[in-house]
T-cell receptor, first 116, second 113 residues
Framework: DQQVKQNSPSLSVQEGRISILNCDYT??????FLWYKKYPAEGPTFLISISSIKDKNEDGRFTVFLNKSAKHLSLHIVPSQPGDSAVYFCAASARNYGGSQGNLIFGKGTKLSVKP | DTEVTQTPKHLVMGMTNKKSLKCEQH?????MYWYKQKAKKPPELMFV???????INESVPSRFSPECPNSSLLNLHLHALQPEDSALYLC????????????FGEGSRLTVL
């Protein structure tokens, strides 16, 4: 049973427009959420995170929104650039609970293509 | 230095071979991880070491044997693997277990014949 779901395997966006990547989770104990970006033949790279005490975190062109009641988070990239083309993984953990719950659980990823 | 270095990048082995994957970080991180990733699947946690001690073993078969010789090094010893063990093996580290983001290496692509 997937605890972290990314229901869109792929997304195509025009350069300069907004990219919105979505992620849903089922475990209400999750209290820390992250987005990773992965280029082919490279390991995932940390992008941005958000704690459950916040509903928004912004870093340059990247903003993550968290809706705890809907168990949903999204990553907004504005403006999108061709170099943003990669697979984006959503991840979550229950940090305050420790043990196995504290480890990161990854979604399946969404492949973003930004067209020039 | 914000790198996690994994060697080898590619490994092909037979089912009777013994080989090892190596991982190194010099960021002073005290938690290190092994993940396994199959094609079109998310990374799946295998092992976690915290302060050089095995903290988590996610019911991984004994043909995978982790080792943490010191705070900078993490090995994964492989013996009698099956073809279905072919995957990308990712090493990661973090400042402490359960805090902050993970830094991943590029992975070791393993093929078991």
């Amino acid at each position: 049973d997937q605890q972290v779901k990314q229901n869109s395997p792929s997304l195509s966006v025009q350069e300069g427009r907004i990219s919105i990547l979505n992620c849903d989770y089922t475990n209400s104990m999750f209290d820390y959420f992250l987005w990773y970006k992965k280029y082919p033949a490279e390991g995932p790279t940390f992008l941005i995170s958000i704690s459950s005490i916040k509903d928004k975190n912004e870093d340059g062109r990247f903003t993550v929104f968290l809706n705890k009641s809907a168990k949903h988070l999204s990553l907004h990239i504005v403006p999108s650039q061709p170099g943003d083309s990669a697979v984006y993984f959503c991840a979550a953990s229950a940090r305050n609970y420790g043990g196995s719950q504290g480890n990161l659980i990854f979604g399946k990823g969404t492949k973003l293509s930004v067209k020039p | 230095d914000t790198e996690v270095t994994q060697t080898p990048k590619h490994l092909v082995m037979g089912m009777t071979n013994k080989k090892s994957l190596k991982c190194e970080q010099h960021m002073g991180h005290r938690a290190m991880y092994w993940y396994k990733q199959k094609a079109k699947k998310p990374p799946e946690l295998m092992f976690v070491y915290s302060y050089e001690k095995l903290s988590i073993n996610e019911s991984v078969p004994s043909r995978f044997s982790p080792e943490c010789p010191n705070s900078s090094l993490l090995n994964l010893h492989l013996h009698a693997l099956q073809p279905e063990d072919s995957a990308l093996y990712l090493c990661a580290s973090s400042q402490l277990q359960y805090t902050g983001e993970l830094f991943f290496g590029e992975g070791s692509r393993l093929t078991v014949l």
